[in-house]
């Protein structure tokens, strides 16, 4: 681990990716305030609420609004920023940077044009979520928002259906029953956690079926800012041998083997590579037809 700096100490030229807090003020690190304080211009999500958290700090860096609305017409003057040697911040409204908000360009074309640019860690909700969630931790995907529209939305959670490991989203509160019952639906009743209003006064975090959760869910759960965690699929119980081959004898004699090994995967449920294997397997040992005996010419 590397010395810290004094505070004050001077920053290099570059931009300088920060993490802020979620909702407790508090959680800013000390680098972060010194970042802060030390560059040029911070550039923000929304420069209110940035400076509502200068002001608990007296940051008084200028700041300048850098959003979805706005990142075409400023991404170029904050390059130029950049190739005259300034040293800029890049914050979002709460945690870091970048995760479900529109700075990746930014980043992608400063490294492009040679610039350095530096991470600044702390808060993240999605970690955060996932550190209190008591789901799975050694592997997971980071979804973002998933489509506002119920029909999307179920094609979205059929595509990750099978992805190992704990999903991560976030939603708006109100979507909460719909996303819930879209989930058991694609994904069956898995294991669901919701996070909501992180590091705040009204801090909930609540794990169980999802099925139940969506039928537990009060006024109070529907209001906030949530992270939504799903749990992995279940590892599948062995398939029943006898029961497999009572499927496939007959469709492998009614379809071809790609047709067959789909129909029954569909029908029991068994992995399409379990059914595979053993279609493959049944084949093999599939006795020929008996030859009817030619008959003897008459002598």
Do not use: W
Not at 169 to 197: H, N
């Amino acid at each position: 681990m590397e010395k810290p700096l004094s505070a004050g100490a001077p920053l290099a030229p570059g931009l300088y990716v920060v993490a802020t807090p979620l909702g407790n003020a508090r959680d800013i690190t000390l680098r972060a305030l010194d970042v802060l304080h030390g560059v040029d211009a911070i550039y923000c999500e929304d420069t209110r609420v940035t400076g509502k958290l200068a002001a608990l700090y007296a940051i008084k860096t200028k700041r300048r609004a850098y959003h979805e609305h706005n990142a075409a017409a400023m991404r170029p003057k904050i390059l130029a920023e950049l190739a005259a040697g300034k040293r800029l911040a890049l914050v979002s409204d709460a945690g870091t940077p970048l995760i479900s908000d529109p700075g990746q360009p930014l980043i992608r074309a400063a490294r492009a044009g040679g610039h350095a640019v530096f991470a600044v860690p702390g808060a993240s909700a999605p970690i955060a979520a996932l550190s209190v969630s008591g789901l799975a931790t050694d592997r997971f995907t980071f979804v973002g928002f998933l489509p506002t529209k119920s029909g999307k939305r179920r094609q979205a959670l059929a595509d990750i259906a099978d992805q190992d490991g704990t999903l991560v989203l976030f939603e708006a509160p109100r979507r909460l029953p719909a996303l819930l019952a879209d989930i058991t639906d694609q994904l069956g009743d898995r294991e669901v956690s919701i996070a909501r209003e992180l590091t705040k006064k009204f801090e909930t975090v609540i794990t169980a079926q999802a099925s139940a959760l969506a039928q537990g869910l009060d006024d109070d759960m529907l209001r906030g800012e949530c992270v939504v965690l799903i749990a992995p699929r279940a590892a599948p119980a062995p398939p029943d041998a006898d029961a497999l081959d009572a499927l496939l004898v007959p469709a492998l004699e009614a379809f071809s083997l790609r047709d067959a090994v789909s129909e029954v995967t569909r029908a029991s449920g068994v992995s399409r590579r379990t059914v595979y294997d053993r279609a493959l397997m049944l084949n093999k040992n599939k006795k020929p037809p008996h030859e009817k005996p030619e008959k003897q010419a008459k002598t």
